[in-house]
Structures are given as structure tokens and as C-alpha cells.
């Protein structure tokens, strides 16, 4: 039976040993590791890349809905400040000092021997300032411009009575009772004598006395 020799046997051992070498599997199961980690870190990568993205479009939004917020709400603030104006202007068309009406009062009002020589109206209105509310959301309001009138009504008559100045208190106390006087000078209120002159005796002989009664309206605020 013919021997067969192997001169290889060696190196093929040798080769083959090598090839079962632990640390290559090492190697080799680190690499792939490394492979996956870097796989992972980039999905990782990629999901934050996304939400950074998502989180700003949110963010923009956000700004862009508070800015429209604070615009609606000054938009209100202005409706507001123009309906009390509109209020305003309204109660002043409403509510007004007409000077017809007085002259009519004054027409229906008349007492014998005296005749009415001058009147005067004194028309004043003070103004004050509107106070803003204490932060841009309205929360806190404040109070919006006013103006207060003053009327003053001042009457120049003369009594022309057999007795002098017989018909001042008359004439006062007449139109203190008129209606429209009761009405718009309300209660406690009426005329009163500011000037009362010496007797004077007319062109044609006859005394005559001059007088001024007035009368104070009540302020309104508007």
C-alpha cells in the first residue's frame, strides 16, 4: 500500500488555525457594531434634523398667531374707544343746550311792567383727559375722555310798576315756576337777583327800575 506524504500538512494547519482565530471574529463583530451604531446615530440624526424642523414651523406659527392676537385686540381697544365716542356725541346731540327752547321759555314767561332788555349765556365746557388702560390686553380699563358743560343764564330787565321795583320779585318768581325752567334748572334751583339799581324816572315821566336776575344750570358731564 503506497504512503502518501503530505509536505502541506503544515501550512495548511497553520492556515487553518488562523482562520479560527478568535480575534478576527472580534474584529469583524466590532466592525459590523460600529456599522450599526453609525447606522442608528444617523436615523438619530435625521429624526432631530425633523423635529428641530417641525419645532420651528410650530414656533413661527406661534409668533404669527400671537402677533394676530395682539392686533385683534387692539383692533377691539380701537371699536371700543369709537362706540364710546359715537355714545358721546350722541347724548351731546341729545342732550344739548337749545337756545330756541330758552327763547320760547322766555317768550311765554312775562310779567305786567316789566320788559326783558338783554339776556346772556354763558357757555363753558371743561375738559378732561382720557386715562389708558393699565396694559396693552385691556384687562385693566381705564376711563374714557369726558367733558363737563357750565351754563350760566344771565337776565337785564326793567320795571316799569307804579311802585318801584313792585315787579322784580314777580318777575323772578315767574320764571322760577315756568315749566321748562323747573325742568332744566331742576329742584333747587331757580332765579335770583343779582342787581337791583335806584329808581330812574323815564322820558315820559314815568319811574322805572333796572334789575338782573340769574340762574345757574346744572352741570352735566358727558
Not at 29 to 57: E, F, P, R
Not at 139 to 153: D, M, N, R
Not at 204 to 209: I, L, S
Request: proline fraction near 5%; aromatic fraction near 6%; charged fraction near 25%.
Amino acid at each position: 500500500m503506497p504512503i502518501r506524504i503530505n509536505l502541506l500538512a503544515d501550512a495548511q494547519a497553520l492556515e487553518g488555525q488562523r482562520r479560527r482565530d478568535p480575534v478576527k471574529r472580534l474584529v469583524l463583530a466590532g466592525v459590523v457594531a460600529v456599522m450599526l451604531i453609525l447606522v442608528w446615530s444617523s436615523s438619530l440624526l435625521v429624526k432631530t434634523m425633523i423635529v428641530k424642523g417641525d419645532l420651528n414651523g410650530f414656533e413661527n406659527n406661534l409668533s404669527s398667531r400671537t402677533n394676530e392676537y395682539r392686533q385683534i385686540l387692539e383692533n377691539q381697544r380701537k371699536i371700543e374707544d369709537d362706540k364710546q365716542k359715537l355714545q358721546a356725541l350722541h347724548r351731546l346731540a341729545v342732550n344739548r343746550f337749545l337756545v330756541g327752547n330758552l327763547l320760547d321759555a322766555l317768550q311765554k314767561t312775562t310779567v305786567n311792567n316789566v320788559q326783558l332788555l338783554r339776556l346772556k349765556i354763558d357757555q363753558s365746557y371743561t375738559m378732561t383727559e382720557e386715562t389708558k388702560p393699565k396694559d396693552d390686553t385691556g384687562h385693566s380699563s381705564g376711563k374714557p375722555a369726558t367733558t363737563t358743560e357750565k351754563i350760566v343764564l344771565t337776565l337785564n330787565a326793567r320795571d316799569s310798576s307804579p311802585t318801584s321795583g313792585d315787579g322784580v320779585s314777580k318777575y323772578q318768581d315767574a320764571l322760577s315756576s315756568a315749566p321748562y325752567f323747573q325742568y332744566a334748572l331742576g329742584k333747587g334751583g331757580g332765579f335770583r337777583l343779582t342787581a337791583l339799581g335806584s329808581p330812574q324816572t323815564g322820558p315820559d315821566g314815568k319811574p322805572f327800575v333796572l334789575f338782573t336776575v340769574g340762574a345757574r344750570f346744572p352741570e352735566k358731564t358727558r
